[in-house]
């Protein structure tokens, strides 16, 4: 028993001491309406339920988000995302970013790296299926120009 009031103490304790440790989320940047991506509507609900938690300035937190260590992988996942590509300033990325970035959809979705696995373990509603996908890079598909 007293073993067991040790354990509880000490993991209670540990976790506390891991509140310290935290990635800190850059401030999103400034943008107008007029900055966001414009889409088909069907897209728009793709890319809204399965990648804007990581690729906008409209993340929705879930509440274990904030909670040490869970918040490390999520925390610098929402800063690397929005770093690669940021659909809320979308329209302000020059042509040569926006061609990297179509040609990174169709990739991602081609090898299923988006959204990350670890990520739809915890939200099944951002789940693609194969029709979705290929809706996806069709859309992509359109804007690469050929080089
Ligand atoms: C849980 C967070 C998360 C979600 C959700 C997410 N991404 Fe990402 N994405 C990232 C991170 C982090 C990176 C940065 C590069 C890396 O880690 O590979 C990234 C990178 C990318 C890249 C860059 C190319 C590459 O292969 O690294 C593309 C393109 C991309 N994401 C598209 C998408 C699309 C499209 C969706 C939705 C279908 C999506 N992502 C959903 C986190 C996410």
């Known amino acids: 028993m007293k073993t067991l009031l040790h354990i509880i103490g000490w993991t209670f304790l540990v976790l506390l001491l891991l509140q310290f440790i935290q990635i800190e989320i850059p401030k999103p940047p400034k943008a107008t309406p007029a900055d966001e991506i ?44 929005r770093a690669w590509l ?16 179509y040609k990174g959809i169709v990739e991602s979705m081609r090898i299923r790296k988006m959204p990350p696995p670890e990520y739809l373990l915890f939200h099944k509603e951002a789940r693609l299926n194969k029709k979705e996908v290929e809706l996806l890079q069709d859309w992509a598909r359109k804007f690469i120009k050929e080089d």
């Not at 509507?41 to 809204?48: D, Q, R």
């Not at 040490?68 to 996942?77: E, Q, T, Y």
């Open 38 to 81: 414009k889409a088909p509507k069907e897209i728009m609900s793709i890319l809204k339920r399965s990648c804007y938690d990581c690729h906008s300035n409209h993340t929705k937190m879930p509440w274990y988000g904030n909670i040490s260590p869970i918040s490390i992988g999520v925390h610098s996942n929402i800063k690397n995302g």
């Open 86 to 101: 940021n659909f809320s300033i979308f329209n302000r990325y020059d042509d040569q970013k926006k061609q990297k970035i």
